[in-house]
């Protein structure tokens, strides 16, 4: 079995791709193949990764051109066909090469941030939305002697974005960070409908208006590659789906009451 790894660091002219013979092992990952590649062929292979069990999404990279975490993918089920995954289009770099299905593995970084070396991409753009969005909880009463209560029906639905592990997959799959820098991006807007329909929360609803711009969520055009990339399942295009009905909702409600006024 081979790895081909995209291979890229400061003053090179142009990036290339290396190809590296792996042994096969049942259930051997993409994270796996690489130390292996580090260690047997070379030592300056750069990737990163953590916990290595699908919790701290540091590892998410492009893997036969789908985001994916190493850690967690196998690479018997790649060259099988049985991750293929279609994807809406989205802008690759004029450097990508294509790759045998049958005996290869692609490797490269993640798109739509800028590249640092080989398969490290710098987070901090991703972040900088992240944080534009206020992503802290805002309790709307004073702090309670035990704890905030609430109902499962509100658990359940909190639990649909709160598993999020800020890897970025779904940031790197999206047409539209590829072609609007600003935009807010999906993790952070399931981040923020997540604290809009938190019933302990002090804003809900005037949440929302944390995003409520042309690069907020009004740019999503739901090609629904953030939620088949997400390795938690989290739906941003559900969230930004309702936040834009609430939104429309609101505005035509202001909109009647102050015609009515005048």
Not at 242 to 253: F, G, I, V
Request: charge should be positive; hydrophobic fraction near 35%; charged fraction near 30%.
């Amino acid at each position: 079995m081979k790895l081909k790894v995209f291979r890229f660091h400061s003053g090179m002219g142009k990036p290339r791709y290396d190809t590296f013979v792996i042994e096969p092992a049942p259930g051997k990952t993409v994270l796996s193949a690489l130390f292996e590649a580090q260690s047997r062929y070379d030592d300056s292979l750069a990737f990163r990764y953590s916990c290595r069990g699908a919790v701290c999404g540091t590892c998410a990279m492009l893997i036969n051109r789908v985001p994916r975490l190493a850690c967690r993918t196998r690479l018997a089920a790649l060259v099988s066909g049985v991750l293929d995954l279609p994807l809406s289009s989205y802008d690759l770099p004029d450097y990508t090469e294509p790759w045998d299905k049958t005996e290869e593995v692609l490797v490269e970084p993640l798109p739509n941030l800028p590249l640092i070396k080989d398969l490290i991409v710098d987070m901090e753009t991703f972040f900088t939305r992240y944080r534009e969005i206020g992503p802290v909880f805002r309790p709307g009463d004073p702090d309670p002697e035990k704890e905030r209560l609430m109902t499962q029906e509100a658990v359940r639905e909190l639990e649909q974005y709160t598993t999020c592990i800020l890897c970025a997959a779904c940031f790197a799959a999206c047409p539209v960070n590829g072609k609007n820098p600003r935009y807010t991006g999906p993790a952070a807007l399931a981040k923020l409908y997540r604290f809009r329909i938190d019933p302990r929360e002090q804003k809900g609803i005037g949440r929302l208006a944390g995003a409520d711009h042309p690069d907020g969520w009004w740019a999503c055009e739901f090609h629904t590659n953030c939620r088949r990339v997400c390795p938690k399942g989290v739906p941003p295009d559900k969230a930004i789906g309702h936040a834009r009905q609430e939104l429309t909702k609101m505005k035509k409600e202001e909109m009647e009451h102050d015609a009515k006024g005048t």
